[in-house]
């Protein structure tokens, strides 16, 4: 159980277009999905905390108006990176909450965005 | 400013033997703590969590252990094994609601034959 999933698993796109990510929970139901992105070498960032049905909150630094985030059902959250350039390319993870344990998060695979 | 800590980035071990990782955090609100493995180009994959209301955690080959008072947790693999070879990250959370974790920085567990 616990499944979560992320597509695509690789992107590359050119600088100026627009990235969409989607994470889904395969067997169960998320009203809370969390999107991390992770630098080489570095720790999983928090950029934003994805809540079903109302606006996500965005971490300290994250620009809202450049990664947009929705979250429109109890299963989907998508984080679109809008007008990407190289300095956003990254490992973008995003996990979901068990409904009955808040405590334990559980991650997607991640999707790595290249951005020429 | 980071609350979570792992000051050793790199961690060498022989097959067979135990495996400390060791972290550190500063923010005293924190009260549950859980601990992640990650493959390169994967997402973390759950191990293993401690409440502070407890000081130890076992599940089979991984313990985590809590020093409240010095803001530290351990995490003891025995015996280690070739496929324990990872990155491993502590996390920290507020409990009670589907609030954020804080990441440390990682841990990069090398197991050698």
């Known amino acids: 159980g616990a499944v979560v999933s992320q597509h695509p698993s690789r992107v590359i796109c050119k600088s100026g277009t627009s990235v969409k990510i989607e994470c889904r929970s395969l067997?169960?139901?998320?009203?809370?999905m969390f999107w991390y992105r992770q630098f080489p070498k570095q720790s999983l960032m928090l950029m934003a905390t994805s809540n079903e049905g109302s606006k996500a909150t965005y971490e300290q630094g994250v620009e809202k108006d450049k990664f947009l985030i929705n979250h429109a059902s109890l299963t989907l959250s998508t984080l679109t990176v809008t007008s990407a350039h190289p300095e956003d390319s990254s490992f973008y993870i995003c996990s979901a909450a068990l409904p009955s344990s808040y405590n334990e998060q559980f991650f997607g695979p991640g999707t790595r965005l290249t951005v020429l | 400013d980071q609350q979570v800590k792992q000051n050793s980035p790199s961690l060498s071990v022989q097959e067979g033997r135990i495996s400390i990782l060791n972290c550190d955090y500063t923010?005293?609100?924190?009260?549950?703590f859980l601990w992640y493995k990650k493959y390169p180009a994967e997402g973390p994959t759950f191990l293993i969590s401690i409440s502070s209301i407890k000081d130890k955690n076992e599940d089979g080959r991984f313990t985590v252990f809590l020093n409240k008072s010095a803001k530290h947790l351990s995490l003891h693999i025995v015996p280690s094994q070739p496929g324990d070879s990872a990155v491993y990250f502590c996390?920290?959370?507020?409990?009670?609601?589907?609030?954020?974790?804080?990441f440390g920085t990682g841990t990069r567990l090398q197991v050698t034959l």
């Open positions: 067997d169960f139901q998320a009203t809370t």
């Open positions: 996390a920290a959370k507020i409990g009670g609601t589907a609030s954020k974790l804080t």
């Open positions: 923010n005293s609100m924190f009260d549950y």
